[in-house]
């Protein structure tokens, strides 16, 4: 068989063509030229992160998502992004014996796993099914039942010492809602009411990684207008204000819930600058984690480019003229390769009547006899197209939430035009698994992934 072009349908990165490298390049010369903002940038962050950053994120969040009342900037600390946010999160909020347990909304993303694990977290980890509409109420309402049934008594941590900006959760619950990584579902908003109040009533740390709610077109393939307002509200905004939030009677300021936001998806991973959202008492406590207080806040340069970009209005330039346009047609022409070649084989992808979607990912179910794994490894033996079997992204040690028959497809890394021929691909090889024929002999690869993800 000849050798064909790999094309890479799991690395979950920006395209690199959408990068805003000349507005980067401006804003790092303007920060530069100008020792009243270079000068802070190359010290020592405060604890809390760069304080200009933090106000100009509040007003552009407030305009975005649109709450109740402004996100002013005692709600926010600034971040190295979600994933080094998750690990301090970890590390000031739970204490690994008195904190129960670790829920996904399952499938859940994949590399989250090792942070929970790093902080004493393996082998209490459980997955909460999603149905169609995301992470199942009823089934994570008997899990925390379960686990407050079962789970050893530790009424005080014992690896961590009492702190006063701190408080030790009894449970974490770790979802992504809006256009789920790797789901790519959204959570509706009667169930997101839902989650806050189980959160408040077991005690539970609601960690949501808002990192693609930006990132959404309408499903309508002759709509091409730009989305300016946020689709629902964050976890964290119904929080803020049901039944008085927080500060409510009898709450201790703490909330239950807490955002976590990145530039990663919209301007580039390597900047390494995100954010926390959560009450003031909250968003204090963040910032305390060690490594920020010695070493100052994360991204503290980084932080002063992105600053300017978000206030003169660049980022949401970028994101409504470039991004969501760009990724948008590459979703419809995935999507509708998927149901050309695709949905006549048998395989489906979730929320079919879903008027805005977004994110980076569509998640396909293959036929019941097709077992993902097999198939991902045909895909890229005999098609030189690579993807993401279901199983990595099950809850290690959970062995109740099984994805044997589905595959994740990222669009954001690959050109538009590839989308067509890596579908068709993937039609042959799943056609050959549904007559029963083995596999062919492997062709030569082409590319060689040293981080497939
Ligand atoms: C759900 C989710 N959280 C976190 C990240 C990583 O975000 P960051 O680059 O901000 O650490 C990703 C990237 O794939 C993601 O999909």
Redesign the pocket.
């Known amino acids: 068989m000849a050798s064909l072009d790999s094309i890479n349908l799991i690395k ?2 920006p395209s690199t063509s959408l990068l805003p490298t000349h507005h980067l390049s401006r804003a790092a010369q303007t920060a530069l030229a100008d020792t009243s903002v270079a000068f802070p940038g190359l010290l020592y962050g405060p604890d809390e992160g760069y304080a200009p950053l933090r106000e100009t994120l509040g007003n552009w969040l407030t305009s975005w998502y649109e709450p109740e009342q402004s996100i002013g900037k005692e709600r926010i600390t600034i ?8 690990a301090c999160l970890l590390q000031v909020f739970t204490d690994p014996a008195y904190t129960r347990d670790i829920l996904f909304a399952a499938p859940a ?1 994949m ?2 796993f090792r942070v929970f694990e790093d902080n004493g977290f393996s082998g209490k980890m459980k997955a909460v099914p999603e149905d169609d509409d995301g992470m199942d109420m009823h089934a994570l309402r008997r899990a925390l039942e379960e686990s407050e049934k079962h789970s050893p008594e530790n009424k005080t941590p014992m690896f961590k010492p009492p702190r006063p900006y701190a408080k030790y959760y009894r449970h974490v619950i770790y979802c ?1 809602p809006t256009f ?3 789901s790519s579902r959204t959570l509706p908003l009667d169930r997101r009411i839902e989650l806050v109040k189980l959160a408040r009533e077991f005690d539970a740390l609601v960690i949501t ?1 808002d ?2 709610d930006f990132l959404q077109w309408s499903a309508d393939s002759n709509t091409s207008t730009s989305i300016t307002k946020a689709l629902l509200p964050r976890l964290v905004d119904i929080d803020r204000f049901l039944d008085g939030g927080a500060e409510r009677p009898g709450a201790d300021g703490f909330g239950n819930t807490t955002s ?1 936001g ?4 919209i301007a580039g ?1 390597g900047l ?1 600058v ?1 954010w926390s959202e959560g009450s003031p008492k909250f968003a204090y406590g963040v910032s305390q984690t060690g490594s920020s207080c010695s070493g100052g806040a994360p991204s503290q340069l980084t932080s002063t480019y992105m600053n300017i970009l978000v206030k003169d209005g660049t980022m949401s330039d970028h994101i409504f003229k470039v991004l969501q346009p760009a990724y948008a047609a590459r979703y419809k022409t995935l999507a509708s390769a998927i149901k050309d070649y695709l949905y006549p084989l048998g395989a489906s992808l979730p929320q079919p009547n879903q008027r805005v979607v977004g994110g ?1 990912f569509l998640w396909l179910t293959l036929p019941d006899t097709v077992k993902a794994v097999d198939f991902a490894k045909r895909c890229q033996d005999e098609a030189q197209v690579i993807v993401a079997p279901g199983s990595i992204f099950e809850v290690p040690g959970d062995d109740s939430v099984k994805f044997e028959h589905s595959i994740r497809l990222t669009f954001s890394w690959i050109d538009e035009h590839l989308m067509v021929e890596a579908v068709k691909r993937i039609s042959t090889v799943l056609e050959r698994c549904l007559k029963g024929e083995g596999p062919t002999e492997a062709p030569k690869q082409n590319e060689i992934n040293e981080n497939p ?1």
Request: hydrophobic share 25%.
């Open positions: 979950g990165w971040t190295g992004g979600a994933s080094q946010n998750l993303y590399l989250a992504v789920s990584n790797p990684d990192v693609y976590s990145s530039f990663s998806k991973p390494r995100g980076y993800y």
